[in-house]
C-alpha cells in the first residue's frame, strides 16, 4: 500500500522553463513533507521542506505547495538547469511514540533539455 | 558537515550467504534507518534505530535483521541472502535533517 505516490516515473523539460514534479498522499496523520534530489551512485540530499500547516514555501528557485484538502504537493523548479536532471523524491514524515520516519514516493526522473 | 559512510560501495554475494552492510555516521545521532532502493518503488523503509540495542521494524523488515552496539554504527545484516534482496542499499542518519551515506549496491546471485 504506497502511502505516498509520484505518479509521473519521468519528465523532460527544456532548459530555462519551469519544471514541476506532483506528489499525492494518502496518510492524514503526515505532518512534514520533504522534497530530496539524487544523482546516480549518490544518496538523496535534502533540497526543500513544508509544514503540514504552511502551503508554500520557496528556497531560490525551489517552491514546494502543499494542498492538504487533496494530500496533494508540488515541487516548481524555476528556471530548470542542466545541473538539475536527477531523480526526485517526495517523503513524509509521521510521528508515533515520539520517534518519527519518512516515507518516501517512487520517484521521478527529471531531464532538463539543453 | 554530517557524514554517513557505508563500507561498501558494490557487492556480489552469493545465495544463501549471510550478508553484513556497515554504516557509521559521525556526529553523534541517535536516529539511524535503513532503505532499499529499487525501481519503480522509490525508498522503502527496511529498519531503523533511536538509540543504542534499539530497534524497530520499518515496511519491509522480512530478511533482515539490524544491529546496533555503538551509537555511531548501525549494521543491516541478510541472513541468508536471496536473489530478491539484490538492490540499492541506503542508510540515513538523523540529527536536524536526515543525511544519507552514498550506498551500497548490492547484487545476488
Known amino acids: 500500500d504506497q502511502q505516498v505516490k509520484q505518479n509521473s516515473p519521468s519528465l523532460s523539460v527544456q532548459e530555462g522553463r519551469i519544471s514541476i514534479l506532483n506528489c499525492d498522499y494518502t496518510n492524514s496523520m503526515f505532518d512534514y513533507f520533504l522534497w530530496y534530489k539524487k544523482y546516480p551512485a549518490e544518496g538523496p540530499t535534502f533540497l526543500i521542506s513544508i509544514s503540514s500547516i504552511k502551503d508554500k514555501n520557496e528556497d531560490g528557485r525551489f517552491t514546494v505547495f502543499l494542498n492538504k484538502s487533496a494530500k496533494h504537493l508540488s515541487l516548481h523548479i524555476v528556471p530548470s538547469q542542466p545541473g538539475d536532471s536527477a531523480v526526485y523524491f517526495c517523503?513524509?514524515?509521521?510521528?508515533?511514540?515520539?520517534?518519527?520516519?519518512?516515507?518516501f514516493g517512487t520517484g521521478t526522473r527529471l531531464t532538463i533539455i539543453p | 558537515d554530517v557524514k554517513v559512510t557505508q563500507s561498501s560501495r558494490y557487492l556480489v554475494k552469493r545465495t544463501g550467504e549471510k550478508v553484513f552492510l556497515e554504516c557509521v555516521q559521525d556526529m553523534d545521532h541517535e536516529n539511524m534507518f535503513w532503505y532499499r532502493q529499487d525501481p519503480g518503488l522509490g525508498l522503502r523503509l527496511i529498519y531503523f534505530?533511536?538509540?543504542?540495542?534499539?530497534?524497530e521494524k520499518g515496511d519491509i523488515p522480512e530478511g533482515y535483521s539490524v544491529s546496533r552496539e555503538k551509537k555511531e554504527r548501525f549494521s543491516l545484516i541478510l541472513e541468508s541472502a536471496s536473489t530478491n534482496q539484490t538492490s540499492m542499499y541506503l542508510c540515513?542518519?538523523?540529527?536536524?535533517?536526515?543525511?544519507f551515506g552514498s550506498g551500497t549496491r548490492l547484487t545476488v546471485v
Open positions: 534505530s533511536y538509540d543504542v540495542k534499539m530497534k
Open positions: 517523503a513524509a514524515r509521521a510521528r508515533s511514540f515520539g520517534n518519527e520516519k519518512l516515507t
Open positions: 540515513a542518519s538523523r540529527g536536524y535533517g536526515y543525511t
